[in-house]
């Protein structure tokens, strides 16, 4: 899951204008974008967690979000990751200030990101590393983050490494809160909802939730809604916190 000079070069390129516009040292929110890319993802879902991810941060909901709060930059990272051990950078730690750093940071994603038809080899799904590789971003961020977020989007449960609930309580521990969004684990002839799951097994910290999906179409709106709710937890009256019957929370 590595990726070649050239790609690391070009994304390099993309977000100057975001590290050259972003200078300030404190956020309101850092974000750990980690995204499943296990066997079990096909190209089709692939496909709509980076173009989701692209969509949702380069929106309007999520801009004015982060125009409100009271820094008016986020910082994120994304990553993928399946095994124990397996992952991929996409996108450095990097500031979103604005319109352009959005933009920018939504086409290394979807340049960037996996577009690979089926995971060959390590393909099991370890959401316990991806906790652990999260946690271990958001410590060396080198700013300041009133909030830290490991937002998860998978469609499996954990199968490999740790105990997820060892890998849940060091996040909390360390300050962080695990969201996660679900993405049904489609099977011939069979479609699981794993949310319970990750309500019960994977999310935590203040104001934790799972972003539950009725149907891949949904992702990207849905995945906006959830940015939205990220950004904006500091301010109770936001009118996409005070709409929470479509999500599962956990312990605060």
Request: proline residues 4%; glycine residues 8%; negative net charge.
């Given at each position: 899951?590595?990726?070649?000079?050239?790609?690391?070069?070009?994304?390099?390129?993309?977000?100057?204008?975001?590290?050259?516009?972003?200078?300030?040292?404190?956020?309101?929110?850092?974000?750990?974008?980690?995204?499943?890319?296990?066997?079990?993802?096909?190209?089709?879902?692939?496909?709509?967690?980076?173009?989701?991810?692209?969509?949702?941060?380069?929106?309007?909901?999520?801009?004015?979000?982060?125009?409100?709060?009271?820094?008016?930059?986020?910082?994120?990272?994304?990553?993928?990751?399946?095994?124990?051990?397996?992952?991929?950078?996409?996108?450095?730690?990097?500031?979103?200030?604005?319109?352009?750093?959005?933009?920018?940071?939504?086409?290394?994603?979807?340049?960037?990101?996996?577009?690979?038809?089926?995971?060959?080899?390590?393909?099991?799904?370890?959401?316990?590393?991806?906790?652990?590789?999260?946690?271990?971003?958001?410590?060396?961020?080198?700013?300041?983050?009133?909030?830290?977020?490991?937002?998860?989007?998978?469609?499996?449960?954990?199968?490999?490494?740790?105990?997820?609930?060892?890998?849940?309580?060091?996040?909390?521990?360390?300050?962080?809160?695990?969201?996660?969004?679900?993405?049904?684990?489609?099977?011939?002839?069979?479609?699981?909802?794993?949310s319970q799951y990750f309500a019960d097994n994977v999310i935590g910290g203040p104001n934790a939730f799972v972003m539950p999906l009725a149907s891949p179409g949904r992702y990207a709106s849905a995945l906006r809604?959830?940015?939205?709710?990220?950004?904006?937890?500091?301010?109770?009256?936001?009118?996409?916190?005070?709409?929470?019957?479509?999500?599962?929370?956990?312990?605060?």
């Amino acid at each position: 899951m590595g990726m070649n000079p050239a790609g690391q070069m070009a994304i390099c390129a993309a977000l100057v204008c975001c590290t050259s516009q972003a200078h300030a040292t404190e956020v309101d929110t850092a974000i750990v974008f980690a995204v499943d890319v296990s066997g079990s993802v096909d190209p089709a879902t692939a496909y709509l967690q980076r173009e989701g991810h692209a969509a949702a941060i380069a929106s309007q909901a999520v801009l004015a979000a982060i125009t409100r709060t009271r820094t008016g930059c986020v910082a994120i990272t994304y990553i993928e990751w399946s095994s124990y051990g397996q992952k991929r950078s996409v996108v450095p730690w990097t500031h979103i200030c604005g319109a352009e750093d959005a933009h920018a940071v939504a086409s290394v994603i979807r340049n960037g990101g996996a577009k690979e038809l089926g995971c060959e080899t390590m393909c099991r799904t370890s959401i316990s590393y991806a906790i652990d590789l999260s946690v271990t971003l958001l410590t060396s961020y080198t700013g300041n983050a009133a909030n830290k977020i490991i937002d998860i989007s998978a469609n499996g449960i954990n199968n490999d490494g740790l105990p997820v609930e060892q890998s849940r309580l060091r996040a909390i521990a360390a300050g962080c809160t695990i969201n996660v969004i679900a993405l049904p684990d489609a099977m011939p002839g069979i479609s699981l909802d794993h949310s319970q799951y990750f309500a019960d097994n994977v999310i935590g910290g203040p104001n934790a939730f799972v972003m539950p999906l009725a149907s891949p179409g949904r992702y990207a709106s849905a995945l906006r809604q959830k940015l939205v709710r990220e950004i904006s937890a500091a301010d109770p009256t936001d009118e996409f916190l005070s709409n929470s019957s479509d999500a599962y929370y956990g312990p605060r």
